[in-house]
């Protein structure tokens, strides 16, 4: 099994994240262990309202959001799922998460996620985020698909 594509399809097209919580620009390269993959962090992001107003900064849990979403979209890929019509990637853990440095608006960042173990649904992943080189993120977490059918029943309960 090959990942790499010439082109890579838009990530919208392979995870369920949309606007304004899609923190992937661009997939930039992506094998059978890692993905690697870009984001420009607007002045206009809806949470720089609220965080730290006149000193804007990227909200930790969001620098997360974009490695993790680097793992659904290396699962989708992996998985040759143009879209995820029957399952919802989900997080099950973070472990480790170092910020090292600290994320403003225009800073473009590169996030790199390597398959760390993939055991049935469930698959382990390390990753590191960039900032002009500059590792300013690093953390291990485990993404899982999880049936839409059982997420419809849990929301009914």
């Known amino acids: ?21 899609l923190f992937v620009d661009k997939i930039l390269n992506c094998t059978e262990q890692a993905l690697e993959a870009q984001y420009l962090w607007k002045e206009d992001e809806y949470f720089f309202k609220g965080h730290f107003p006149g000193n804007p900064i990227v909200p930790g849990v969001i620098l997360c959001e974009m ?5 659904a979209l290396w699962t989708a890929l992996a998985n040759e799922k143009s879209v995820y019509s029957h399952t919802t990637p989900v997080v099950t853990r973070i472990q480790e998460a170092k910020f090292k440095s600290i994320v403003r608006p225009g800073d473009h960042c590169i996030g790199k996620i390597e398959l760390v173990e993939k055991m049935g649904d469930v698959v382990f992943f390390k990753g590191k985020m ?7 993120l ?15 029943q849990v929301n009914q309960n």
């Open 138 to 152: 690093t953390l291990q977490f485990t993404v899982a698909q999880v049936n839409q059918q059982l997420n419809q």
């Open 1 to 21: 099994m090959s990942l790499q594509h010439p082109l890579f399809p838009e990530p919208q097209t392979l995870i369920p994240q949309a606007p304004p919580f």
């Open 67 to 71: 490695l993790l979403q680097c793992g």
């Open 130 to 136: 960039m900032v002009q080189e500059k590792v300013c």
